[in-house]
C-alpha cells in the first residue's frame, strides 16, 4: 500500500491509516453526537464510508465551515464526486459556508497534460460540482490560478514556515521533484484559514498529509486547527485495490458516459464475487464483500438500507446472479446520471453564482487573506 | 568571497566571477558598437562600472526590452539605484519598455521583517525608483503580491521544468530553506518572457544565477535566453568588502539621509586611503584605489572624466586631504539627494502611471501570461 495525495497504490488498508495517521475512528460514540445535531443521519455516515476524523467532535459542538476540493487532471468519475454529495448534506444540516478549490495549478505541475487542457478539465469539472446542487450564496467554488491574487500573501506565511525537509517527511517528495510542487501545499492549506471558525474539511484520505501539517503549524500563524472528516475511496471497477483512476478507464465510469458504455464496462470489467457458473453460484451463492457491483451499491448508488441488505442476502445466498446484480447496479447508475446531466445543464446557467456572483464569492472576490 | 542574491560577503573578486559565472568582460570592443548606437556613452559604461555581460552584442544588433527589479527589504541606499539610472538612459538611447520588479514576495520569504513591513519597504522604494525619472508610457513597476494573478501561469510554466536538485546547485539553497524560496526563482524568471522581443537585465552581478537558470529553460519553454549587463557593488563606506548593507547602517548612505548624518556618517565610517598625518599625506600621497570617498566619486558622484582625473592626481600626489576629499564627495551627495528628494516628492503625482495608468501598464494589467 502507497498512499499520497498523487498516488494510491495497493490495497488500502484503512485501520493501518488510521494508525499511521493518527485519526480517529468513526465509531457509533460520535454517530450518536452527530445524530443529535442533523435530521437524519447520512448513509454515507451510517455506512462509515466516511470512516476516520480529526476534532470532529469539536467541530459539532462549536461553528464551522466546510472546505473540499478537486484536482482537474481530467474528466470527473463516480468516485470523485461521493465528497462532494456528502459535504452538501453537510452544508444542509449545518446551513453553513463551503469552499472548493480547483487546484489548477497543483495539477498541471504533477500531470503531462498541457496548461490549456488542465483549464478545460477545471470547467467542466467546475459544471460537475455546480450540478450537485450546493446553497448558491453559500459556496464559493474557485481556480488557484484565478484566485491567486487573493491568497497568495497568506500562502507566503505559510511557505515561510515550512521548509523542504518537512515537505520531504510528510508528501515523500524528493529532490528532483519539480519546486512548484514543493511549493504548492502552502496553496492548499489557504483554505483552512478562510475564516475565524473551525475549518472542517470532508475529503478522500490521500489528502490527509496537507491537513497534517496545517495542523502543526496553524496557532503559529495564530490560526484554528482543521478538522476532518475522512471518506474511503470508491473501489475500482476492476477490483478492490486502489482508487479509480482517469488514466485507467477501465477502472471507473464517467459523468459523461452513455448507458451502453457504463454497461459495457460493468458486464466486462466489475470484478464479480459470483460463482464461475449459474450452477454453482445458486449452490455455493456469491460473495458481496469483494463484488464490486455490490460494494458500489453499498458506497453510493443503494442508499436504502433495507433493499441493499436484500439484495446481499440474495447475493450471498445464490438466488441473485452475478448479471442481476450488475443490471441492479447498471439501472441505479443510469438513473443517477441522466438526473445529473439534466442537473449539470440547469448549472450553466447559474455555475458564475458559486464563481463570482453569490453572497459568499462576492465577499471572498473583496477579500485579500494576508 | 561568498555571493549569492541573499548574501555578498568578502571582498568581491570580479575578475573571479567572470570565470565563475562564464561572463563576457565589457572590454573596448564592445564599447565601440554601443557607441555607434548611442548619443555619448554612459560614464557607467566606459569606467565599467558595468563590467561583464552576456550576449549585449546580440541586443545592440536586435529589439530588446529592459528588465530590472528591487527587493524591498528596507529603506535604498545609493548603490540600489546606480542600476536604475543606468536603465533609464538605457530606455532614453533606444526608447525601449522598461519593466521593474519589486519582489516583496521574496523578501517577506527570507527577511524576519512581517509581511505590513515588507509591505511600507515596497510602498517607499516604488517611490525612490518613480524619482528617477523612467518614460511613464514604456514603464511598468509592479510588485510580485500584486501582479502574481497575471504571471502565476507562467511561473508555474518555469517551475514545472526545474527540480530542487537544480535550485540547490545554482542557488546553494538547502533542504533546511523554507518552500517559498525554493519557488521563487520561477516567479523572478517571469519577466524575461515578457515580450517576444530580446530581454536585457541590467542589475548586479548578485541577481546572476536567476539569469542563468533562465538561460537553460528558456528555449525548452519557446522563448529567448536573457542577456545581461552586470554591474559592480557600490563599495560599503567601511571599506572595499562586501556590499553595502542596509541591516548595518554605517555602510551605506540612505536617499532619506539628512546633511547632518551623511556628513557624519562619511567623516566617521568612511574608509580614507591617507596617510596618519596631514605632513605624512602632503609627502606620500593617499591612495585613491582603496579610499571609498573617492570609489564613489568615480562609481557614481562626479561624472565628469577630467574633474575626477583632477581630484585623482591631487589625492595621489599629497595635495588634496583626506578630509577635502570627504567634503568634495559630502557636497556632492547632499546636492544629488536634494534633487532626488525634489524629484520624489513630484513623482507622488505620477507613480500610478507606472504602475497602473501608463500605456505600458495599461497593457500589461491586460495580459495574463499563459
Same mark, same amino acid.
Given at each position: 500500500?502507497?498512499?499520497?495525495?498523487?498516488? +494510491?497504490?495497493?490495497?488500502?488498508?484503512?485501520?493501518?491509516?488510521?494508525?499511521?495517521?493518527?485519526?480517529?475512528?468513526?465509531?457509533?460514540?460520535?454517530?450518536?453526537?452527530?445524530?443529535?445535531?442533523? /435530521?437524519?443521519? #447520512?448513509?454515507?455516515?451510517?455506512?462509515?464510508?466516511?470512516?476516520?476524523? $480529526?476534532?470532529?467532535?469539536?467541530?459539532?459542538?462549536? =461553528?464551522?465551515?466546510? !472546505?473540499?476540493? $478537486?484536482?482537474?487532471?481530467?474528466?470527473?468519475?463516480?468516485? #470523485?464526486?461521493?465528497?462532494?454529495?456528502?459535504?452538501?448534506?453537510?452544508?444542509?444540516?449545518?446551513?453553513? *459556508? +463551503?469552499?472548493?478549490?480547483?487546484?489548477?495549478?497543483?495539477?498541471?505541475?504533477?500531470?503531462?497534460?498541457?496548461?490549456?487542457?488542465?483549464?478545460?478539465?477545471?470547467?467542466?469539472?467546475?459544471? =460537475?460540482?455546480?450540478?450537485?446542487?450546493?446553497?448558491? *450564496?453559500?459556496?464559493?467554488?474557485?481556480? =488557484?490560478?484565478?484566485?491567486?491574487?487573493?491568497?497568495?500573501?497568506?500562502?507566503?506565511?505559510?511557505?515561510? /514556515?515550512?521548509?523542504?525537509?518537512?515537505?520531504?517527511?510528510?508528501?515523500?517528495?524528493?529532490?528532483?521533484?519539480?519546486?512548484?510542487?514543493?511549493?504548492?501545499?502552502?496553496?492548499?492549506?489557504?483554505?483552512?484559514?478562510?475564516?475565524?471558525?473551525?475549518? %472542517?474539511?470532508?475529503?478522500?484520505?490521500?489528502?490527509?498529509?496537507?491537513?497534517? %501539517?496545517?495542523?502543526?503549524?496553524?496557532? @503559529?500563524?495564530?490560526?484554528?486547527?482543521?478538522?476532518?472528516? #475522512?471518506?474511503?475511496? %470508491?473501489?475500482?471497477?476492476?477490483?478492490?485495490?486502489? @482508487?479509480?483512476?482517469?488514466?485507467?478507464?477501465?477502472?471507473?465510469?464517467?459523468?459523461?458516459? &452513455?448507458?451502453?458504455?457504463?454497461? *459495457?464496462?460493468? !458486464?466486462? #470489467?466489475?470484478?464479480?464475487?459470483?460463482?464461475?457458473?449459474?450452477?454453482?453460484?445458486? @449452490?455455493?451463492?456469491?460473495?458481496?464483500? +469483494?463484488?464490486?457491483?455490490?460494494?458500489?451499491?453499498?458506497?453510493?448508488?443503494?442508499? &436504502? &438500507?433495507?433493499?441493499?441488505? @436484500?439484495?446481499?442476502?440474495?447475493?450471498?445466498?445464490?438466488?441473485?446472479?452475478?448479471?442481476?446484480?450488475?443490471?441492479?447496479?447498471?439501472?441505479?447508475?443510469?438513473?443517477?446520471?441522466?438526473?445529473?446531466?439534466?442537473?449539470?445543464?440547469?448549472?450553466?446557467?447559474?455555475?458564475?453564482?458559486?464563481?463570482?456572483?453569490?453572497?459568499?464569492?462576492?465577499?471572498?472576490?473583496?477579500?485579500?487573506?494576508?
Amino acid at each position: 500500500m502507497e498512499i499520497t495525495p498523487w498516488e +494510491v497504490k495497493g490495497e488500502v488498508n484503512y485501520e493501518k491509516l488510521i494508525k499511521e495517521f493518527g485519526l480517529k475512528i468513526i465509531d457509533n460514540e460520535i454517530l450518536k453526537s452527530f445524530e443529535k445535531k442533523v /435530521k437524519n443521519l #447520512h448513509f454515507l455516515l451510517k455506512r462509515k464510508i466516511f470512516f476516520a476524523h $480529526r476534532d470532529l467532535d469539536v467541530c459539532l459542538n462549536n =461553528d464551522f465551515y466546510l !472546505y473540499t476540493g $478537486r484536482g482537474p487532471s481530467g474528466p470527473m468519475h463516480i468516485g #470523485h464526486i461521493i465528497p462532494f454529495y456528502f459535504t452538501k448534506w453537510l452544508q444542509e444540516e449545518f446551513k453553513t *459556508n +463551503v469552499y472548493i478549490e480547483i487546484t489548477d495549478d497543483e495539477k498541471f505541475l504533477v500531470k503531462t497534460n498541457s496548461y490549456e487542457e488542465i483549464k478545460n478539465f477545471a470547467n467542466e469539472n467546475i459544471l =460537475d460540482i455546480a450540478a450537485i446542487g450546493f446553497d448558491r *450564496n453559500r459556496t464559493f467554488i474557485f481556480r =488557484d490560478t484565478e484566485y491567486i491574487k487573493n491568497i497568495y500573501p497568506l500562502a507566503l506565511k505559510i511557505a515561510k /514556515k515550512i521548509n523542504f525537509n518537512t515537505i520531504k517527511a510528510v508528501f515523500g517528495l524528493k529532490s528532483s521533484n519539480n519546486i512548484g510542487i514543493i511549493f504548492f501545499p502552502s496553496i492548499q492549506m489557504v483554505p483552512c484559514f478562510f475564516e475565524k471558525r473551525y475549518c %472542517l474539511i470532508p475529503a478522500a484520505v490521500d489528502q490527509d498529509p496537507y491537513w497534517r %501539517l496545517q495542523r502543526d503549524i496553524a496557532e @503559529k500563524l495564530g490560526y484554528k486547527k482543521s478538522c476532518q472528516i #475522512h471518506g474511503k475511496f %470508491l473501489p475500482p471497477l476492476i477490483g478492490l485495490k486502489g @482508487k479509480m483512476s482517469t488514466s485507467l478507464p477501465t477502472t471507473a465510469i464517467f459523468l459523461n458516459e &452513455d448507458e451502453k458504455s457504463i454497461r *459495457n464496462k460493468i !458486464y466486462k #470489467h466489475a470484478f464479480s464475487g459470483g460463482q464461475p457458473s449459474v450452477e454453482l453460484h445458486r @449452490k455455493l451463492g456469491g460473495n458481496p464483500d +469483494v463484488d464490486v457491483s455490490f460494494q458500489w451499491l453499498y458506497f453510493f448508488f443503494e442508499e &436504502d &438500507d433495507n433493499k441493499l441488505k @436484500k439484495i446481499e442476502e440474495d447475493y450471498r445466498s445464490g438466488k441473485l446472479l452475478t448479471g442481476e446484480l450488475k443490471d441492479i447496479l447498471i439501472e441505479k447508475i443510469v438513473k443517477f446520471l441522466e438526473k445529473f446531466r439534466e442537473e449539470r445543464d440547469k448549472a450553466k446557467n447559474y455555475v458564475d453564482d458559486y464563481l463570482y456572483n453569490g453572497k459568499l464569492a462576492q465577499l471572498m472576490w473583496e477579500t485579500i487573506f494576508e
